[in-house]
């Protein structure tokens, strides 16, 4: 389980056929083989993690075919992009976001992204069916693996306003148009909404 505070952004290169390594800035010394790091908000088991000097690590990451599927990451391997990592909730941390469990509900693209003079405007496609109902304003949702908050809502399209810290730390800074994101649906609202 995480809380979608992202704490470094890292890079992932193919190792080999199904396995990958991911370098990064992330203090990593208190994670055992076997611990769980959100990359781009996709819960994967660490293995082979090492040391690189006093301030770098790498592990390495088994992906398979339906993860790439269904996520954005094999666009971010392919085209050398960055990724939001963090590591998982211990107790006794401070919980910031909200619950992410690190299981992606689905994919969508950028459709436009606008500085305003304090703030980022990021707007998304909407096309998600019956999974419309989690996008609400003022609800959460994970992209990439950020804990964010839905400022607006229309017909085609949810907004997120996003503020200097965020943007500075995460791999918002680099997303163009038309760019693959991750999905998270807020998982508390989908017993609610079942519920009903």
Same mark, same amino acid.
């Given at each position: 389980m995480f809380t979608g505070i992202i704490q470094d952004l890292a890079t992932i290169k193919t190792k080999e056929e199904g396995l990958y390594q991911i370098s990064t800035n992330l203090d990593l010394s208190k994670c055992k083989e076997g611990s769980s790091i959100s990359c781009n908000g996709?819960?994967?088991?660490?293995?082979?993690i090492t040391q690189i000097d006093n301030k770098s690590f790498s592990f390495e990451v088994n992906i398979g075919e339906e =993860?790439?599927?269904? =996520?954005?990451?094999?666009?971010?391997?392919?085209?050398?992009?960055?990724?939001?990592? &963090?590591?998982?909730?211990?107790?006794?941390?401070?919980?910031?976001?909200?619950?992410?469990?690190?299981?992606?509900?689905?994919? =969508?693209?950028?459709? &436009?992204?606008?500085?305003?003079?304090?703030?980022w405007e990021y707007h998304f496609e909407k096309k998600f069916n019956k999974k419309n109902r989690f996008v609400v304003e003022?609800?959460?949702?994970?992209?990439?693996?950020?804990?964010? =908050?839905?400022?607006?809502?229309?017909?085609?399209t949810f907004m997120i306003s996003v503020i200097d810290h965020t943007f500075n730390h995460t791999?918002?800074?680099?997303?163009?148009?038309?760019?693959?994101?991750?999905?998270?649906f807020d998982y508390f609202a989908r017993f609610i909404l079942n519920n009903e």
């Open positions: 996709v819960c994967l088991t660490a293995k082979n =993860t790439l599927h269904r =996520t954005n990451l094999a666009n971010s391997i392919l085209k050398n992009q960055k990724i939001n990592l &963090e590591k998982s909730l211990q107790i006794g941390d401070e919980i910031s976001g909200h619950f992410v469990y690190g299981h992606i509900d689905t994919t =969508t693209t950028v459709s &436009e992204i606008l500085k305003l003079d304090n703030s003022k609800g959460s949702i994970s992209i990439n693996g950020i804990s964010l =908050t839905i400022a607006k809502v229309e017909n085609n791999n918002l800074k680099f997303l163009n148009k038309s760019d693959k994101v991750n999905i998270e």
